[in-house]
């Protein structure tokens, strides 16, 4: 599906990024895959549509723009969602908190995959 100009693969419900497997209120953001450059939902999505394992961001990749807010299609870095408040520095929309328990299935973290 075409949004704000940019392809998003994945079994998106809406206009907002939401997809099959995460699809509540705040569930809108759509993540760029290191792997096949490709914005997708979730890693679910990715998944089950990609050919291909995930391969995460390095820390020292994130200054990439990488995160895409489902609202207004703005694109923010890596280091400005994992830094941020759960929100969109732009239109201000919030983001799922929970999405954080996450990351480690993105970029690269402390935290053990």
């Known amino acids: 599906m075409l949004l704000y100009g ?3 693969k994945g079994k998106l419900h809406d206009k907002h990024t939401r997809c099959e ?8 953001i759509a993540i760029k895959f290191k792997c096949c ?3 997708y939902p979730c890693y679910k999505c990715h998944q089950e549509e990609a050919d ?5 961001w390095s820390k020292d990749e994130f200054s990439q723009k990488a995160i895409l ?3 207004c299609g ?3 870095t ?3 969602y994992v830094n941020g408040h759960s929100s969109c520095p732009k239109c201000k929309a919030s983001f799922n908190p929970g999405c954080k328990y996450h990351n ?5 973290t402390n935290k053990k995959r």
């Open 74 to 76: 703005y694109e923010l």
């Open 21 to 28: 497997h995460y699809h509540e209120e705040r569930d809108i």
């Open 37 to 39: 450059n490709t914005y």
């Open 78 to 80: 890596i280091r400005d």
């Open 6 to 8: 940019l392809d998003v």
């Open 104 to 108: 480690h299935l993105y970029f690269e």
């Open 52 to 56: 291909h394992p995930i391969k995460l």
């Open 69 to 71: 807010c489902g609202a």
